[in-house]
């Protein structure tokens, strides 16, 4: 079936970083195209990031935009995210999702960010 597994979450002071990772299995990983969204608590999930199945193209929202960083490793099937200079609103559960053409979106289970002073 497949399934995607994301990582690398915790609880990190303001002003720090973390590198998520977002590792695949039981489907051909380098034909799908990853994003990232997250969710803060008692919001809506919403678009971070995104790689094109090659890592050619990459896409970011507003609030990504320079402070986070997308990447992937086809040998390893798994796909980062690099974030830095967090700040309390960076706290969320942050998930991966793999989209390919005609098949349905597969999405991980989260992984809990928490940026804290």
């Known amino acids: 079936q497949g399934q995607l597994v994301e990582s690398g979450g915790g609880l990190v002071q303001i002003g720090g970083s973390l590198r998520l990772s977002c590792s695949a299995s039981?489907?051909?990983?380098?034909?799908?195209?990853v994003s990232w969204y997250r969710q803060p608590p008692g919001k809506e999930r919403a678009f971070l990031a995104f790689?094109?199945?090659?890592?050619?193209?990459?896409q970011y929202a507003e609030s990504a935009e320079g402070r986070f960083a997308i990447s992937r490793d086809n040998v390893k099937n798994t796909v980062y995210l690099q974030m830095s200079d967090l700040r309390p609103e960076d706290t969320a559960v942050y998930y991966c999702?793999?989209?390919?053409?005609?098949?349905?979106?597969?999405w991980g289970q989260g992984t809990q960010v928490t940026v804290s002073s």
């Open positions: 999702k793999a989209s390919s053409a005609d098949v349905p979106d597969r």
């Open positions: 039981g489907f051909p990983f380098s034909y799908y195209s």
């Open positions: 790689i094109s199945s090659t890592g050619a193209a990459t």
